[in-house]
């Protein structure tokens, strides 16, 4: 009859002695035991688009990665207070047309090509002109001493209306020239422009970060001031235009306007499934 005690100790060694080759096999394959991740899934970068806003009202954007903002009416000081919760900012800039509220508005409205249907006070400008193309380059420089981290371009859409080749070379030749400037560049709608320069062209004819899209979901009755919902012909046309720009590895914003609770789910559902950036207003004016 096996002595008890001995028997114990002999059981408690092969207990220990299983538990040390256990333990050493799943230290080798990488499961020595289960974990649970409860770190929160990856998400977008939070972004809106803020162009309306007035330097006043900078506490309005500590909540957001990105915002968008027209840094011609802020400081160097408020660029910095943005800053500081680690957001980054990206500067409007109109590269097509002329609004007469800015102050080189008379320096250039000769090179007006025709009114801005829906937006009172801005005209479409001639791009090709070699003195806008320095002037839209001085503009960036001044921009960039303030501290922004890229441009959202604004208008590249003058070569959807005037399709010449002019027209066209001077889109290019302006951003390439801000491309000088190593920052990201958005490009706020023209999707004509990106299909022409990047999209079909083996090589792309300009360094862009990626495209901003308005009104994929949505769109503006402005004739009534309302806020309402897209065709679907052409919610179908942008959302295959936004799958090539993906594919061509830009980074891809969308953004809406809408007050209504429906419009954001269908917009969070689709931008969540593409991996898409997308900030939805509820006015006109981005306010």
């Known amino acids: 009859m096996t002595d008890s005690k001995a028997s114990t100790r002999y059981g408690i060694k092969q207990f220990f002695l299983s538990a040390l080759i256990l333990f050493i096999f799943c230290f080798m394959s990488g ?12 998400t977008l970068p939070s972004y809106g688009v803020f162009i309306g806003v007035d330097s006043d009202q900078l506490q309005r954007f ?11 009416y802020y400081s160097k000081e408020d660029i910095d207070i943005i800053h500081q919760n680690n957001t980054i900012v990206y500067s409007y800039l109109n590269l097509g047309s002329l609004e007469d509220f800015r102050d080189f508005f008379e320096d250039f409205k000769h090179l007006s090509l025709g009114e801005y249907d829906d937006w009172p006070g801005e005209y479409w400008v001639d791009v090709s002109n070699a003195g806008w193309q320095n002037h839209i380059h001085a503009q960036a420089g001044l921009l960039i001493e303030k501290g922004v981290d890229g441009f959202f371009i604004d208008n590249t859409d ?4 005037y399709q010449t080749q002019s027209i066209f070379e001077g889109v290019v030749a302006i951003l390439n020239k801000l491309a000088e400037y190593d920052k990201d560049i958005i490009l706020n709608g023209g999707d ?8 079909k062209p083996d090589s792309p004819l300009v360094q862009i970060t990626g495209v901003n899209q308005e ?3 949505t769109s503006i009755d402005f004739d009534n001031q309302l806020l309402i919902p897209q065709t679907e012909e052409d919610t179908i046309y942008y959302q295959d235009y936004l799958a090539q720009c993906k594919n061509k590895g830009l980074v891809v914003y969308l953004l809406e306007y809408s007050d209504n609770n429906d419009s954001f789910d269908a917009i969070k559902e689709y931008c969540d ?13 981005l306010q």
């Open 31 to 42: 499961c020595s035991q289960p974990t649970q991740n409860n770190d929160p899934p990856n």
């Open 158 to 161: 003058v070569y959807y209306l």
């Open 62 to 72: 500590a909540d957001y990665d990105i915002v968008v903002i027209d840094a011609a």
């Open 215 to 217: 009104c994929v979901f």
């Open 273 to 285: 499934l593409h991996s898409f950036n997308y900030y939805i207003s509820s006015s006109i004016d």
């Open 192 to 199: 004509v422009f990106v299909t022409d320069a990047i999209i």
